[in-house]
Each structure stands twice: as structure tokens, then as C-alpha cells.
């Protein structure tokens, strides 16, 4: 593992927490030698966690597309900042640029990312980790709702095991170390079709 993406918000939620859980994953990632990729903004978490990184000594990555940059929200002291054409480009290149993936709070967008590489998993399209950073309990609604999703049928408990889950940066990045994917079998059976 040589490089962690984190998808959070572009604002900085309601509670402190949530910008320091940024603040620390920014610092965590650099001081433990791996690359940070990240959405390219300065604003919100995803600026926090990016200038964390970096004061830390750390390499920051940013992905980001031009119409993004053009509304003056792209970090500028990075050490490298991609400018795409797309919401789809830019998922494409981090996904592509690393190597595990890390869910801080953010909105649906977030949500999109971190579910996006989940099913690329699933589907046996990567072998790379990912997980939910759960700063206090703010996955615990969805992360119920993902166990009553493997309850009904609907994902497999090995699939729905792939999202790991830490209430700290060092927590979470211990897991991926540790973790390895399952080999993706074919889930669904001629008589189910």
C-alpha cells in the first residue's frame, strides 16, 4: 500500500470532530509514509486533511475537474493537482492513483465515491481496501442499514465485509494492512436468475 485516498466533505459538517478526524487522517497517512490522494479543494475536509498531510512532511495528490478550479476552489501548495474534464474522470484517476480508500464524513458525493470503489470490488474490478472512518457514530445509521441490506439477501456478508470499519485513522489503516479481499465468485447461481 503506497497511497490512500480520502473522500469527505467539502464543508466541515457540524461538530469539531470532524475536522479534527480530517486533520489526523491528513497527519496519520504522511506520518506513516504513504501518499494522500484526495478531491483537489482547499475548502472544508478536504482542505483540512489535504494541509494536514502536507505540514506533516507528507506527499498530497489532488484530483479535481477545470470547472471546479475555476470556481477558485482548487488547493494551490500541493505537490501534484490534476485538472479533469469530469466528475468521472476524476473518480476514474484516483481510483487509479491508489491503493486503499478511506470514508471521512461528507454528503452524498462521498457517499457516491466510497460506495463507486466498494462495488468495483465487489465485482472484482480491484483488489484495494476501503472503509469508513466513523467519527462519532456519523456512519452508524448507514452502517445499520448495510447490515439489514445483508440480512434481507440483498449483499453478501463476504461483500458486505470488504468495507472495513475504525473509529481512528491509525484503526482503520491497521485493518487494511491486515485485510485481505476476497477473490470475487461468481454470486449469482443459474437458479436465481
Known sequence: MKSICVFCG???????????????????????GYRLVYGGAKVGLMGTVADAAL???????????????DKEIGHEGLNELHLVGSMHERKALMADLSD????????????????????????????????????????????AFLDHQTAEGFTKKVMRDMAQLGQTPEELIGKFRDYTPP??????????T
Open 10 to 32: 467539502s464543508s466541515f459538517g457540524t461538530r469539531e470532530a470532524y475536522a479534527e478526524a480530517a486533520t489526523t487522517t491528513g497527519r496519520v497517512i504522511a506520518e506513516n
Open 55 to 69: 505540514a506533516a512532511g507528507g506527499e498530497v495528490v489532488g484530483v479535481l475537474p477545470r470547472s471546479l478550479q
Open 100 to 143: 486503499a480508500f478511506i470514508a471521512l464524513p461528507g454528503g452524498v458525493g462521498t457517499l457516491e465515491e466510497i460506495f463507486e470503489i466498494w462495488t468495483w470490488g465487489q465485482l472484482g474490478y480491484h483488489q484495494k481496501r476501503c472503509g469508513f472512518l466513523n467519527i462519532e457514530g456519523y456512519y452508524d445509521h448507514l452502517l
Open 183 to 192: 477473490s470475487t465468485p461468481k454470486w449469482i447461481k443459474k437458479d436465481e
